[in-house]
């Protein structure tokens, strides 16, 4: 595959001349709040695959079992979860960082940072594992919904409590991606310095978005909250990431997120449609095609030849997920190692799925397409979209309320409901209304739903 030919835009002009980042500092072992214990002794397991196993174990984590993905939680019919899509995401990327590491083996094997690099793999699965554990529950809406509280929502009332305006784009911005970096990184009450001390190139990873909320613009995205903005600027600094310019915080991605975000990519899209396929919201026919659309010709006629082999039709769907799943981790692979240079300087462009070579990546584009129009707005999704928003936002009137006037005798009742950890009796009302987020965005979906029945008084407990 050639090298892609990418532009400069406005963007990259700011990025410091002759800038360029490097795998020493990039891969660093070191855990961010255990730095006085930073050692180089040699280990049964790597430190980064402590991180992908102080992952798997944590609460966090096995509460995205019940968190919504995009269809709601299953009943005859088992779709993905958050649990289940971060899971496979981490394969995917294992196998994208092993493929990038095997790639690059050849260039580095005399370099010092050779062994780092052969952990490529390990640093992106631990980083995929943890890249939606941010997220509220209720999908993508849970976030919208908490976002829209503040911005449209009866929260615009509390605007005039924050003299700082960063503070305030945080919350009218709510970004699950900077929340999982706040989990995994906030010292809350009762907790290790810390956080969950991950290694500083894993933290790195799954920042997509690497500025603050006011630099978001329409975009609404961003990678951390004022409250942690100097945590993230000293693991960026010590990785040697580059800073676009003096005026803001502003940094280029770690090359390692990219192949974090097309790990994501590859199973969200891919996943959507063959579990739409199993709701029947797709035919067969509709998913076949767009699956068999990745391949030319002489490759498809081979597959059918193999899908005769068995009568099962998910079985079939699952053949062809499985071939392009292994068709696109390859893609990105390419793309990735191709480039590297321009990862490393900061100036590659877009998600790397925008370029992979023209079949697979029209093939892509077209199950885009069909997922916004056919399974997005589907009747099941938009009704968990609508009682998310509800749920969500009552959760929300009732806790900050509780938060910022906790004298109040129903206050103390609500506040009672809210474990330790969390810090509702902090100094600021910023700090105050981060725990209530931090509390609600940790719910599962069905701890959400009883909470907001049981605040409603629509469910009491037995006698």
């Known amino acids: 595959m050639e090298n892609i030919a990418l532009h400069h835009g406005e963007q990259n002009e700011e990025i410091r001349t002759h800038a360029c980042m490097s795998w020493d500092k990039l891969l660093s ?6 730095e006085q214990f930073h050692d180089e002794r040699k280990h049964a397991r790597t430190e980064f695959q402590r991180d992908y196993d102080r992952l798997i174990f944590s609460a966090p984590f096995r509460r995205l079992q019940n968190k919504t993905q995009v269809f709601p939680l299953p009943g005859s019919i ?5 649990l289940t899509h971060s899971l496979e995401v981490s394969c995917v990327g294992r196998s994208l ?3 990038a590491a095997n790639g690059l083996s050849e260039k580095y094997k005399d370099a010092p940072c050779y062994a780092r690099i052969q952990e490529i793999g390990s640093i992106v699965a631990a980083a995929c594992l943890a890249h939606d554990l941010g997220n509220p529950p209720f999908g993508h809406s849970g976030e919208k919904a908490i976002a ?3 911005s449209e929502g009866n929260g615009q009332e509390l605007k005039s409590r924050f003299s700082n305006p960063q503070q305030w784009f945080d919350l009218t911005h709510f970004e699950g991606n900077a929340n999982a970096f706040r989990l995994l990184t906030h010292r809350f009450n009762g907790r290790r310095k810390g956080g969950f001390a991950m290694t500083y190139s894993t933290l790195a990873s799954i920042v997509k978005y690497p500025y603050a909320s ?4 329409e975009k609404s995205k961003f990678g951390f909250f004022t409250s942690e903005k100097e945590d993230f600027i000293r693991i960026a600094d010590e990785l ?5 310019n003096d005026r803001d915080v502003r940094y280029c991605r770690h090359p390692l997120v990219y192949l974090v975000e097309a790990a994501d990519d590859i199973c969200y899209q891919i996943m959507d449609i063959e579990d739409a396929h199993k709701l029947k919201i797709l035919t067969t026919e509709k998913t076949k095609e767009l699956l068999l659309g990745f391949f030319n010709e002489e490759r498809q006629q081979h597959m059918k030849e193999v899908m005769t082999m068995v009568t099962d039709i998910n079985e079939q769907i699952a053949y062809l997920r499985s071939c392009v799943i292994g068709l696109l981790v390859y893609e990105c692979s390419q793309v990735f190692i191709n480039n590297e240079e321009s990862f490393l300087q900061g100036k590659f462009e877009g998600p790397i799925i925008n370029h992979i070579s023209q079949i697979p990546r029209e093939a892509y584009q077209a199950c885009t397409d069909t997922a916004y129009k056919y399974i997005y707005k589907s009747g099941d999704v938009l009704d968990i979209e609508l009682a998310g928003n509800r749920i969500i936002s009552v959760l929300l009137d009732k806790l900050t ?3 910022l006037y906790p004298e109040k005798a129903y206050s103390k ?6 474990p330790e950890q969390y810090q509702t009796r902090a100094e600021t009302d910023f700090e105050r209304i981060q725990a209530v987020l931090d509390y609600i965005s940790g719910m599962t979906d069905v701890y959400a739903l009883d909470l907001y029945r049981k605040i409603n008084g629509m469910s009491l407990p037995s006698l």
């Open 413 to 418: 009742l609500l506040l009672n409901k809210v």
């Open 78 to 82: 088992f779709v993905h979860n958050r």
């Open 214 to 217: 006011s630099l978001a613009q």
């Open 240 to 244: 040697g990431m580059i800073r676009k």
């Open 401 to 403: 309320h509780a938060v």
């Open 97 to 99: 960082g092993n493929n």
């Open 148 to 150: 829209t509280y503040f």
């Open 29 to 34: 072992a070191k855990r961010f709040g255990q």
